[in-house]
């Protein structure tokens, strides 16, 4: 017997020591915060809930039948968890569609080898039988210049820098080499290139091709834009290196429509004291038109309705009005935050302070403000309550996309962080699907943002 | 143009502000860390080695075959680096084998059907035409001593208690039920019980049955244990709670043979200075014996092997003595750990600090301590230095259970924290494979491991 409660002594001092953490916060703020994690931990609906728009409707780029879908789809939600009032803002956006699968191959002396491509969002098609043409690699705009129209013109551009792997963060990554993908068509077309194929941006090794948004000059020519995936940029640049002339095949078929009717969807629980003061909670309900959007960005849309859901079904009487705000078109336009940014000053709706979860559902790491003071109480406050369920990242910076549409002046912005580690493993590709999030992962996320706005609720209130 | 430049300057300034952090640390140190970091996330092999430790070797029970070709693995890696010495001592170690796949069907009312299970690892066999018993469902030691011997004499004891899903920390849901694992057999034959089935200790609903060590009293009868799946375990439930009579029956073939000869493994860079001290990174070069040890762990083995690869690397004179330690036997018995604090006192070595990463591979969260005051200079120096790399999670407590063989009083013991919410999908199952790691999260807790054995290094030096 003694050996045996030796063994178990030991193991348990060993285990239950990670329970034993200091509790500095507020013990009212804490109870109810621990209702709120606990909550989602137990009776969430987002996973199913994205299971559903990932699995039932899919990819939902503005304008397509997909996009329609998920608005019917969150309305409905919504109605059925009789938030106080459920409506739309119309929108209309632009309408960009991929068509038939893109195809390209590389032709060396090596051989002929197929390799993974999209569109870009955004790009006019290749002509009808494709486009061909000797391949020439880059890795910036200044690259570009010095080349010039004598080396370029005729040419298929192949911009291909990669994320800086030694970036912590990913999304710094992200930010030092994007500009390849948005305006690459538009600088190879000023030197005279026939097309574009631009390294996808991503993290790992993979056959994936990642899509997103590019923009033509106004004034420019316009030249088809493709990404091609990393093993893919790889290998043309190890074709390349290696002294072989590469001639680059690619075949694409998409096109603009005219804009399309769409919409914002939001649900609100109406405050009980503050009438005229809102905070609101969003995510973007549309993605690319590859994968699922499960990370992009249906786990920010399932995390914001859920967020209103934890608060109403613990019977928590919010003194602001509080709004889930599913913003349509981030991905290729940011129409609908723009719409939203609009009417809210039409309707002179006060707006105290705006959520955005656009990072992914990975696991919560903190949150980063903008419009709100690093030194404030708040800030202080907020640090405090948070630090219980391990949300330790508060980072003065960028929020999100959509709520940046709003006036930080006059809003107070926060942008929900995830671990960024996977995220462009997914990021517009075929990999961001269901299977990629993580139940609890995205249950914490939902409780982050519920949390997040019950503490700006009360501290805002009692602090008058 | 301008349309462009506007769209570009939007995108820019959204992107480029994560760039933006504040650094108050000391810029020496910090210039070191992050050529550590870059260097692990640009040239580490750590990935590769751990995907040769499991596709090439497989799960590695201690005194198994794939053990032994660990130890041999291991000691020609840190030779090949040029390690100053590498070596190994001696243990003796538990030798338990599984045997044939286990089988286990509940036969009910409504049919028989076939359930996931696998022996508890130190289990005894059933007989060999197998066990079959009317099942009984208990949660905890209570509620079987309040049932006696009247009801469970005979019976096959099922302890269903969930790990709680509302921690954020899964490691404490993990502390709170792994007592049915650990002591359910034991316990389940003071009353005469004829087996034990235990809910596998996982958060997520799947068919994987969890092992784990468990322990008979010296000198109570021994009856044979296994887990079953968490899917499993909720249609035993099911069908308990819905009133039926469940008879359960299960087959398992394990035996523990002799002990065996096994080792630690360790690679050492020597002290420029301080030549009777030593710092220590280590982890548990042995694995339970299904899926392939990956998180379990096989991260924690090449992540301290390539902390010292980096430091060597990149030319790092250390003033003490520094070592990977790679320890057998954690799983069931510890033995490994045991013998290296016993051999450190006969050889009167100064460990001054040891750290252990064995919490799985995933991504970096920060590190636990023990034995150096919260309130240190020391530790607040680690916070600060390390903020910049987003280790933000400095908890007071549990280390690692290989270094807490040593004496916290002579020793500071720091345990690597990693994100705990994916660790139990894949603990002690079949589904801990190589797959289950992400290189990156992997590299970056081999940075952080050698960045904490530089700053020790450093920090203890100059305070003489």
């Given at each position: 017997?003694?050996?045996?409660?030796?063994?178990?002594?030991?193991?348990?001092?060993?285990?239950?020591?990670?329970?034993?953490?200091?509790q500095t916060t507020d013990?009212?703020?804490?109870?109810?915060?621990?209702?709120?994690?606990?909550?989602?931990?137990?009776?969430?609906?987002?996973?199913?809930?994205?299971?559903?728009?990932?699995?039932?409707?899919?990819?939902?780029?503005?304008?397509?039948?997909?996009?329609?879908?998920?608005?019917?789809?969150?309305?409905?939600?919504?109605?059925?968890?009789?938030?106080?009032?459920?409506?739309?803002?119309?929108?209309?956006?632009?309408?960009?569609?991929?068509?038939?699968?893109?195809?390209?191959?590389?032709?060396?002396?090596?051989?002929?080898?197929?390799?993974?491509?999209?569109?870009?969002?955004?790009?006019?098609?290749?002509?009808?039988?494709?486009?061909?043409?000797?391949?020439?690699?880059?890795?910036?705009?200044?690259?570009?210049?010095?080349?010039?129209?004598?080396?370029?013109?005729?040419?298929?551009?192949?911009?291909?820098?990669?994320?800086?792997?030694?970036?912590?963060?990913?999304?710094?990554?992200?930010?030092?080499?994007?500009?390849?993908?948005?305006?690459?068509?538009?600088?190879?077309?000023?030197?005279?290139?026939?097309?574009?194929?631009?390294?996808?941006?991503?993290?790992?090794?993979?056959?994936?091709?990642?899509?997103?948004?590019m923009k033509y000059y106004?004034?420019?020519?316009?030249?088809?834009?493709?990404?091609?995936?990393?093993?893919?940029?790889?290998?043309?640049?190890?074709?390349?290196?290696?002294?072989?002339?590469?001639?680059?095949?690619?075949?694409?078929?998409?096109?603009?429509?005219?804009?399309?009717?769409?919409?914002?969807?939001?649900?609100?629980?109406?405050?009980?004291?503050?009438?005229?003061?809102?905070?609101?909670?969003?995510?973007?309900?549309?993605?690319?038109?590859?994968?699922?959007?499960?990370?992009?960005?249906?786990?920010?849309?399932?995390?914001?309705?859920?967020?209103?859901?934890?608060?109403?079904?613990?019977?928590?009487?919010?003194?602001?009005?509080?709004?889930?705000?599913?913003?349509?078109?981030?991905?290729?336009?940011?129409?609908?935050?723009?719409?939203?940014?609009?009417?809210?000053?039409?309707?002179?709706?006060?707006?105290?302070?705006?959520?955005?979860?656009?990072?992914?559902?990975?696991?919560?790491?903190?949150?980063?403000?903008?419009?709100?003071?690093?030194?404030?109480?708040?800030?202080?406050?907020?640090?405090?309550?948070?630090?219980?369920?391990?949300?330790?990242?508060?980072?003065?910076?960028?929020?999100?996309?959509?709520?940046?549409?709003?006036?930080?002046?006059?809003?107070?912005?926060?942008?929900?962080?995830?671990?960024?580690?996977?995220?462009?493993?997914?990021?517009?590709?075929?990999?961001?699907?269901?299977?990629?999030?993580?139940?609890?992962?995205?249950e914490l996320g939902a409780?982050?943002?519920?949390?997040?706005?019950?503490?700006?609720?009360?501290?805002?209130?009692?602090?008058?």
């Amino acid at each position: 017997m003694k050996s045996f409660k030796f063994y178990l002594s030991c193991l348990f001092s060993v285990l239950f020591i990670f329970s034993v953490r200091a509790q500095t916060t507020d013990s009212t703020h804490y109870r109810f915060l621990r209702q709120i994690y606990d909550y989602a931990l137990t009776q969430a609906d987002c996973y199913e809930n994205l299971r559903h728009i990932c699995k039932e409707i899919g990819p939902r780029l503005s304008g397509s039948p997909q996009a329609s879908q998920a608005i019917d789809y969150t309305t409905q939600l919504m109605q059925g968890y009789a938030f106080d009032t459920v409506f739309r803002q119309k929108v209309e956006v632009p309408h960009w569609v991929r068509g038939e699968k893109e195809i390209a191959y590389a032709q060396t002396a090596s051989g002929k080898k197929e390799l993974p491509v999209c569109a870009l969002g955004g790009s006019i098609a290749t002509p009808k039988n494709g486009l061909e043409a000797s391949l020439i690699m880059v890795h910036d705009f200044e690259e570009l210049e010095k080349l010039g129209k004598k080396q370029i013109k005729g040419k298929i551009v192949f911009f291909n820098r990669p994320m800086p792997p030694t970036c912590i963060h990913t999304f710094d990554a992200y930010g030092k080499t994007v500009d390849q993908r948005f305006a690459g068509a538009a600088e190879a077309a000023k030197y005279g290139a026939a097309g574009v194929v631009v390294r996808s941006m991503g993290l790992r090794n993979d056959d994936f091709p990642h899509t997103g948004s590019m923009k033509y000059y106004g004034d420019g020519k316009k030249i088809p834009a493709v990404a091609i995936s990393v093993n893919g940029a790889d290998y043309l640049k190890e074709q390349i290196e290696s002294g072989n002339d590469v001639n680059f095949f690619f075949k694409t078929h998409c096109q603009t429509l005219p804009d399309a009717l769409s919409h914002n969807v939001i649900g609100e629980l109406y405050g009980s004291d503050q009438k005229d003061a809102f905070i609101i909670a969003g995510g973007h309900l549309d993605s690319w038109d590859m994968g699922e959007g499960a990370h992009d960005d249906g786990a920010g849309t399932v995390q914001a309705i859920e967020a209103l859901r934890i608060l109403k079904n613990l019977g928590y009487p919010p003194k602001h009005n509080i709004r889930a705000v599913l913003f349509m078109n981030e991905e290729n336009g940011m129409r609908g935050a723009k719409k939203y940014a609009e009417l809210l000053k039409e309707n002179n709706e006060k707006h105290i302070a705006a959520i955005e979860s656009d990072r992914g559902g990975f696991t919560p790491r903190g949150f980063s403000f903008e419009g709100v003071d690093e030194n404030s109480a708040l800030i202080a406050f907020l640090k405090r309550e948070f630090a219980p369920f391990n949300m330790l990242q508060w980072d003065a910076g960028h929020s999100g996309p959509d709520i940046r549409q709003l006036n930080k002046h006059e809003t107070m912005l926060f942008g929900y962080i995830p671990d960024s580690q996977r995220y462009f493993d997914v990021h517009h590709a075929d990999s961001d699907v269901f299977e990629a999030v993580h139940k609890r992962e995205l249950e914490l996320g939902a409780a982050a943002l519920a949390a997040l706005i019950y503490l700006i609720d009360q501290n805002l209130y009692h602090k008058k």
